[in-house]
């Protein structure tokens, strides 16, 4: 009984750390085009991720043309593509094995930063079962758990990349707010000024003229 466990914490352990190993964070600052890859073993794995513009010089308004992304399979077909966003989540079944791209395109002079996470996910089959005699039902049940954790966490990296994000348009805010008062305050104060230079001419014209 032992045996048989300490197999099946030996099998969690190495399906763990594949994970780990399958599982990409990064982060990429877009001037033009920047592209990510990653090597799929497994035709039908899920490829899923999430990316965030988290940082920028300027305030995103209405017209900013955001952020492209395309993903390229190895065949060089578009598998996923995303137009004018600021962050989004994306998920699909690899078509084929081998080498994808993932690009980013920015079509705003201002560079840009992006958080960017990526997980390839692989559940065995039930042809995987029949190939392999070291597989049974128990590391199928573990590779599951395993996915359902790593959503876990990629909804938690997602949501914490839109809180930064979030945290630097509200700073990019405050500073552009106070910028306007102080701008304001020195204006009104310029104004003042001249309005009393303006009435002192006044009052020495006119006392001038009696003089006269």
Not at 18 to 30: A, D, F, W
Not at 32 to 41: G, L, M, N, Q
Not at 98 to 107: D, I, L, R
Request: net charge negative; charged share 20%.
């Amino acid at each position: 009984m032992e045996k048989i466990w300490g197999k099946t914490w030996a099998l969690m352990a190495l399906l763990l750390l594949n994970s780990l190993c399958n599982v990409s964070s990064l982060s990429v600052t877009v001037t033009d085009v920047e592209c990510v890859y990653e090597y799929v073993i497994y035709e039908g794995d899920t490829i899923s991720g999430n990316f965030v513009a988290v940082d920028h010089d300027i305030f995103w308004g209405a017209d900013h043309p955001g952020i492209d992304f395309t993903v390229t399979s190895p065949g060089g077909n578009t598998v996923h593509s995303l137009k004018g966003t600021s962050g989004d989540k994306f998920e699909f079944k690899a078509p084929r094995n081998g080498m994808y791209k993932f690009c980013f395109h920015n079509p705003h002079s201002t560079p840009e930063t992006v958080s960017f996470y990526i997980h390839i996910g692989h559940i065995p089959t039930e042809h995987d079962l029949a190939k392999d005699e070291h597989l049974n039902p128990i590391s199928v049940k573990i590779a599951e758990l395993r996915e359902a954790l790593e959503s876990v966490t990629a909804e938690q990296k997602y949501l914490k990349a839109r809180d930064t994000r979030h945290r630097h348009t509200n700073e990019s805010t405050r500073k552009r707010v106070i910028g306007y008062a102080v701008g304001e305050y020195i204006l009104l104060t310029l104004v003042s000024a001249l309005q009393v230079i303006y009435i002192r001419h006044l009052f020495s014209k006119s006392v001038a003229y009696n003089r006269v």
